[in-house]
């Protein structure tokens, strides 16, 4: 039970070590409210551009039944709240853009079905007032989008075989929408939320600082090496995997009570909301502090000079804070750079609170807590190994 007693020792000393308490507890507060403040106007909702429902006349001169489907599924059943679509000729389709009782037109040319069954290319006319670039655009995607899977679904029925395609072609008389996926709905979930600025640093300065915390108990455990405290240590009862357990836990415990000093303080300060599921925050910031605790392990078992780790370890610290979101954020980035970063701890778990903070459930926030906590293991596995590979060949 050596362990506890080394655990409660870190803990003590780091309580009366007042400038770092200040750092790392204090300063994650005010960092929040400062950023918050600053970036308020571009990440608040009531800021966030929105693209109201807007009116598309549509001239349908196609005698075939795609031109039919394009029309009245895709567009006027299809989109109902973005899109109000309505058939009409082609003087008042002109007529209605000049008074500008329309944003947008189509005009589906006659032959626009038996060009896309031949695989010949069909030109959608699409016109527009001058301020309405972005809604053109939509009108135009759906219409790109309709076309292509339309011919994709021909050339299928193609390879299909003859007998099939002869089949299949009397059918277009029963076409509907549901035949062509013209496009890819990815709906966002109806309890889903915005995050704030507010929200968005509350998580990245606390897990930026969750790293500094542990880069601080490490910091003080290589110390201790290089005063033979170490050395000592190991002359009492202590062996190698307790004394490993204990500075673990002692960084578990520290870094436990900051996380938790953050959650409450950046709640009643600035009122930030971090989900819905209380017990999705809990577990993954416990398993963001156990992976980190292992990596912090490790390091100290690796690493023999304090000073090459002071600079080094506050180095990686802002490179990974720095790409893993917490200082600049992770909308810049493309998202594949996301992606990748999600091998970082740091990163995985912002990008979870994040999920959290927008209305996900605790269900969905198993997996990146389970990695969290296999890096963890898998690191004390390692920290165990070393140190004692290294006692065995110091003895040999």
Do not use: C
């Not at 058939?87 to 008042?92: N, R």
């Not at 979101?325 to 594949?336: R, T």
């Amino acid at each position: 039970m050596g362990f506890w007693w080394l655990a409660l020792k870190d803990t003590i000393l780091m309580a009366r070590d007042r400038k770092a308490l200040l750092t790392l507890v204090l300063m994650p507060i005010l960092l929040i409210g400062i950023l918050g403040s600053a970036f308020g106007n571009m990440m608040d909702e009531e800021d966030a551009p929105s693209i109201k429902k807007f009116k598309v006349g549509i001239v349908n001169q196609d005698q075939g039944q795609l031109g039919s489907v394009l029309s009245q599924e895709a567009f006027m059943t299809g989109l109902p709240k973005l899109i109000s679509a309505e058939e009409m000729t082609e003087e008042e389709l002109e007529d209605y853009l000049q008074q500008q009782v329309l944003s947008v037109g189509i005009i589906i040319p006659e032959d626009f079905s038996d060009h896309i069954i031949s695989g010949k290319e069909s030109k959608v006319q699409i016109v527009s007032i001058p301020s309405a670039s972005i809604q053109s655009s939509i009108v135009e995607n759906v219409v790109l989008q309709f076309t292509q899977s339309a011919a994709v679904n021909v050339i299928a029925m193609e390879v299909a075989g003859p007998a099939n395609m002869g089949k299949a072609l009397p059918a277009r008389s029963q076409l509907s929408v549901s035949d062509y996926d013209f496009a890819e709905e990815v709906a966002v979930e109806q309890d889903q939320k915005p995050v704030g600025s507010f929200q968005y640093y509350a998580a990245g300065m606390g897990v930026m600082f969750l790293l500094m915390t542990v880069i601080t108990g490490v910091s003080a455990m290589i110390d201790e090496k290089e005063q033979d405290v170490y050395s000592r240590l190991l002359v009492t009862k202590l062996s190698n995997k307790q004394y490993l357990i204990g500075k673990f836990i002692g960084l578990l415990f520290m870094s436990s009570i900051q996380f938790l000093i953050i959650v409450l303080g950046t709640h009643y300060l600035y009122h930030v909301r971090w989900g819905e599921s209380m017990t999705g925050v809990i577990i993954v910031g416990f398993a963001f502090v156990f992976s980190v605790s292992g990596l912090g392990v490790l390091l100290g078992a690796l690493v023999k000079k304090e000073k090459t780790f002071n600079a080094a370890g506050m180095l990686a610290t802002q490179i990974m804070a720095a790409v893993g979101g917490s200082m600049v954020p992770l909308y810049i980035f493309p998202d594949w750079v996301n992606t990748v970063v999600k091998v970082l701890p740091n990163a995985l778990a912002l990008q979870t609170f994040l999920e959290l903070m927008s209305g996900a459930g605790v269900g969905k926030v198993w997996l990146e807590a389970g990695i969290l906590i296999v890096i963890g293991l898998a690191s004390l596995f390692i920290a165990f190994v070393t140190l004692s590979a290294r006692r065995r060949a110091f003895h040999a």
